[in-house]
């Protein structure tokens, strides 16, 4: 199994480019996740998704946008990126929510920059 | 809300010193607690997770975690560190309802 994967590992934008990250997971999983790790503030949740069809806002979801159309997949939207949009961004997958102890799986990142 | 804080930003020792990390969380209901490391330019991967039972749980690599309800608190613990365990170190904690909350993270660094 290929887990949880994420394209491309790194891109540099300019301020008002759109783009859109990729993520998928091979392991049948329902819950999908997107966060944002910045530097001494741990990962933020994005967007997160508990099944095809269904996607929720985390806690720092302005200036994202994301669609869950399969299982598998669960993209990541930047319409108009901004500086503040500069960070290393996850996808992770879990077969259930964390309250059913489900420990989630993460690909390996995306670095964006913006410029 | 819910909040995890790790109480070290950066933790410096020397190989073979005991390892401590401090996570207390703020969530009055049943609780799953976790840990995960992140080694240098690697993904998030778990460490060990609490959900019921025994409040001392092992992990891999040598790693436990002690849940003690009355002190909202889930530390991480390593008898003896060695360099391959620098990395940094995320508590998370997961409700009954919602997502994942991560804390802000432990750096830690092993002297050779």
């Known amino acids: 199994n290929a887990g949880v994967t994420q394209t491309p590992k790194f891109r540099i934008l300019k301020i008002g480019q759109s783009m859109t990250l990729q993520c998928t997971q091979d392991?049948?999983?329902?819950?999908m996740y997107w966060y944002r790790q910045d530097p001494g503030m741990g990962l933020k949740l994005i967007y997160y998704?508990?099944?095809?069809?269904?996607?929720d806002k985390g806690e720092v979801p302005n200036g994202y946008n994301v669609s869950r159309s399969t299982t598998e997949d669960f993209p990541l939207r930047l319409e108009l990126a901004a500086p503040s949009q500069t960070s290393v961004y996850f996808c992770?997958?879990?077969?259930?929510?964390?309250?059913?102890?489900?420990?989630?799986?993460f690909g390996d990142g995306t670095r964006l920059s913006i410029l | 809300a819910q909040s995890v804080s790790q109480h070290n930003h950066h933790v410096i020792l020397s190989e073979a010193a005991s390892l401590e990390l401090g996570c207390n969380y703020s969530?009055?209901?049943?609780?799953?607690l976790f840990w995960y490391v992140q080694y240098p330019g690697q993904h998030l991967q778990l460490l060990l997770k609490?959900?019921?039972?025994?409040?001392l749980v092992k992990g891999i690599k040598g790693f436990e975690a002690e849940f003690i309800k009355s002190k909202f608190s889930f530390n991480l613990r390593k008898p003896s560190v060695q360099w391959s365990d620098t990395a940094e170190y995320f508590c998370?904690?997961?409700?009954?309802?919602?997502?994942?909350?991560f804390g802000k993270g432990t750096k830690l660094s092993v002297k050779p």
């Open positions: 392991m049948n999983h329902n819950y």
């Open positions: 992770a997958s879990s077969y259930g929510a964390p309250g059913s102890n489900q420990p989630q799986h």
């Open positions: 609490y959900f019921s039972g025994d409040p």
């Open positions: 998704s508990v099944g095809a069809g269904i996607t």
């Open positions: 998370a904690v997961g409700g009954s309802q919602g997502n994942l909350i």
């Open positions: 969530y009055g209901g049943t609780v799953n």
